[in-house]
């Protein structure tokens, strides 16, 4: 994790960032005149987003924004500046950076930073020579007049926080199972106060007769786990809590109807994305102390073709007692969500949502660029999640749950079946998802953004840890 500090000086002998309004270059005490002069011809001539001037070892980036320019557009375009800088810093071999705002909006400080050091994440843990692959950059120094330690201490929790969900992506399954994943959620809350982590076992789900979740497990030899991440703080603005349900297939092989495309199971580690975000939501939420009740549900399990693997056409039982025909095993995120979303009801909560790489067909109607988002909360709740997608460059489209897509679920032979009519898969899905539902909620599939098969940007190469700073800015805005 790159560091990340306020500090109140100029060092010397440091890289630096400066972020300056185009028409304050003038007054950039810095520069002298003939560096002034080769700057304002960088940024008006050339059109320049960054210009670079090196000094020894020292290297010197200048950012020109423009006034009133703090639009969600303009904030992205800062974070891809700073995944520049970055590249060239460890290029340099810098260990620190200097981010120096000479404006009076500390978002672009904030979105400099984001790009820096999100784009300094790596997943190394398996390199002999890991040492020797590591980024230079260490430490990143803030000197922003408007921005206090405590805004500073929020940004570093909140990146640490999206850094953990990629590395919770990235490991594969030979070494995060579900029971595994339990631990490392036991982890994350064990020095943060108020957060725990009650893990329920196979006897306990059995218990609960979660029958999605025991169905989907019953081709694999590693036991599944069942998750509940609750951060209740005294003070905490909202009596009903916000539910956060994250899918956590560990591997996904698609069971028997096995996934019979190439490459279709490479980057099948990634099928917990949704819990993984859940995780580093409520993770940077309880670290920075937000006055907000918030309660993780987490299913985890592989789905693998083995043992006594459902097969299709078995009818499978789910918590609240709807029957389902299982007609595709590869539709097995479904199963296990729902039964997490009939166990939210008993918190009677008050929003819940949940996050999945539940679908390539959300891949197909949005690409990598976005999540698909479909519910039953009112219309003000998903514009708010919305907005937030814009501001952190999360961004979410929403999809309708109409009474037709509830047809295509129908079976002969059960009350549901887990697969629609093929057309517009993404949206039959959370049609069946919303028939488990009691309450207020958001279905996320985050299936297109969550793991990226090459850098782009400030998102490094496998899991993005999309979700995490979207929930975290929406539950933000929602309740403080």
Not at 110 to 116: S, V
Not at 190 to 197: A, F, G, M, R, S
Not at 410 to 419: C, G, I, Q, W
Request: a neutral charge; charged letters at 25%.
């Amino acid at each position: 994790m790159t560091q990340i500090k306020l500090t109140k000086s100029h060092l010397l002998n440091q890289s630096t960032v400066t972020i300056f309004y185009v028409d304050q270059l003038v007054k950039l005490s810095s520069l002298d005149k003939q560096q002034t002069a080769f700057l304002k011809k960088e940024v008006e001539a050339h059109k320049k987003e960054v210009v670079p001037m090196h000094e020894l070892n020292d290297l010197h980036f200048f950012v020109p924004v423009k006034r009133e320019s703090a639009t969600p557009d303009s904030l992205e375009k800062l974070r891809g500046v700073g995944s520049c800088i970055l590249g060239e810093l460890n290029k340099m071999k810098c260990s620190d950076v200097l981010v120096v705002n000479e404006t009076s909006d500390t978002e672009f400080t904030i979105a400099i930073t984001e790009g820096i050091a999100l784009s300094n994440y790596q997943f190394l843990k398996y390199f002999k020579n890991k040492s020797e692959r590591k980024n230079s950059l260490a430490k990143i120094h803030l000197l922003d007049k408007k921005l206090t330690q405590e805004d500073a201490d929020e940004l570093s929790n909140l990146l640490e926080s999206t850094m953990l969900a990629r590395t919770l992506i990235n490991e594969p399954l030979s070494y995060l199972t579900a029971m595994k994943f339990s631990e490392e959620m036991q982890k994350a809350a064990k020095n943060i106060e108020k957060l725990t982590v009650k893990v329920l076992k196979k006897a306990d789900i059995e218990k609960l007769k979660m029958g999605g979740l025991l169905a989907v497990n019953r081709g694999s030899m590693d036991p599944p786990t069942f998750n509940i991440l609750e951060y209740k703080p005294l003070e905490a603005k909202n009596k009903k809590p916000i539910v956060l349900v994250g899918k956590g297939v560990v591997f996904d092989t698609g069971g028997l109807s096995l996934k019979p495309t190439p490459g279709s199971m490479d980057e099948m580690k990634c099928d917990m994305s949704g819990g993984a975000a859940v995780v580093g939501a409520i993770q940077a939420i309880a670290a920075n102390n937000l006055p907000v009740y918030v309660i993780g549900l987490i299913p985890a399990t592989d789905n693998r073709p083995g043992m006594n693997a459902v097969v299709p056409q078995d009818i499978i039982t789910m918590m609240d007692g709807t029957t389902v025909e299982v007609l595709n095993t590869d539709a097995e995120g479904r199963l296990i969500l729902a039964d997490a979303l009939v166990y939210a009801q008993r918190f009677e909560p008050d929003l819940v949502i949940d996050l999945a790489t539940l679908t390539g067909a959300a891949v197909r109607a949005v690409g990598t660029y976005a999540s698909a988002i479909m519910g039953t909360a009112d219309q003000k709740t998903m514009d708010g999640l919305a907005e937030s997608g814009m501001q952190v460059w999360e961004r979410t489209m929403q999809f309708p749950l109409w009474k037709d897509y509830g047809e295509e679920i129908k079976s002969d032979v059960a009350d549901l079946k887990n697969l629609g009519a093929g057309n517009a898969g993404h949206i039959s899905a959370g049609k069946f998802l919303e028939h488990f539902t009691e309450y207020p909620w958001i279905h996320i599939d985050i299936a297109g953004p969550a793991f990226i098969s090459a850098d782009s940007s400030y998102r490094t190469k496998g899991g993005t840890g999309v979700g995490v700073r979207l929930l975290y800015d929406f539950i933000k805005r929602r309740y403080l």
